[in-house]
C-alpha cells in the first residue's frame, strides 16, 4: 500500500526541489518553459507569457493540496532559481508505480542535474511513498535523457515505435523501470 505524503522538499548536493511558487514565473521563462526545444521533448506546450505561466502555477499550486500529486521545482541550492522541473505525473495506486517526467533549462544542461533531481525523486518514491516500480519514459531522438535515465540505473524495458508524430515524422518511446527490489538490492 502506498503511503502518499504529497511533495515535500528534497535537497540533494547542489539541488533544492521543492513546491513551485508563482515568483517563480520569471526564470520559468527564462530557463525552459518557453523553450520550444525543452518542451517538446517532453511533449509538453510553450508558455510565453507571464499570464499563461500564471495559469499552470494555478493548477501546480492549487493541486498541493492532495496527497498523491507530487510535482518539484529543481532549483539550485545557492541561488534558489527554478531551472526546471520534475515529477511524478502518473501515480497508479493500485498498482504501486508512478512514472517520472523531467526538464532541465539549456544552460543548466549537462552539469548532471537531471541525474541528481532523477535519482533524489527515485529515492523519494521507494523511501517516502513505498513504490514498487517507477518508470521513466524518452523520446528515442532524446539520447541525453537516455543517459539520465541509464544513470539513475534503470533497466530498459521496450519501445513503443511510432508512438509520437513530431515534425512531420514519427518517433519511437523508450521505456525504463527500476523496481523496489533492485533498488534496494534484494
Known amino acids: ?10 535537497e540533494t548536493e547542489r539541488l533544492i526541489l521543492r513546491r513551485f511558487r508563482y515568483d517563480d ?23 510565453t507569457t507571464k499570464d ?11 493541486s498541493y493540496e492532495k496527497d498523491d500529486y507530487y510535482r518539484w521545482a529543481i532549483t539550485e541550492k545557492n541561488t534558489d532559481e527554478c531551472i526546471g522541473q520534475i ?43 513505498n513504490l514498487h516500480k517507477v518508470q521513466i519514459c524518452t523520446k528515442t531522438i ?11 540505473g534503470l533497466t530498459y524495458e521496450g519501445t513503443l515505435r511510432d508512438y509520437f508524430y513530431m515534425n512531420g515524422e514519427y518517433v519511437g518511446r523508450l521505456y525504463f523501470s527500476i523496481l523496489r527490489s533492485e533498488y534496494y538490492g534484494e
Do not use: W
Not at 532524446?142 to 539513475?152: D, F, L, M, P
Open 87 to 129: 515529477a511524478y505525473f502518473l501515480v497508479d495506486s493500485k498498482n504501486h508505480f508512478a512514472e517520472i517526467e523531467y526538464c532541465i533549462g539549456s544552460e543548466f544542461q549537462r552539469r548532471g542535474y537531471a541525474t541528481e533531481a532523477a535519482s533524489a525523486v527515485i529515492a523519494y518514491g521507494f523511501d517516502r511513498i
Open 1 to 10: 500500500m502506498l503511503t502518499h505524503i504529497g511533495t515535500e522538499t528534497i
Open 52 to 62: 499563461a505561466v500564471k495559469g499552470l502555477l494555478d493548477k501546480y499550486i492549487g
Open 25 to 47: 514565473d520569471d526564470a520559468m521563462l527564462k530557463n525552459f518553459i518557453a523553450d520550444e526545444k525543452i518542451q517538446s521533448l517532453y511533449s509538453e506546450p510553450v508558455y
Open 142 to 152: 532524446n539520447a541525453a535523457s537516455k543517459r539520465v535515465i541509464e544513470k539513475c
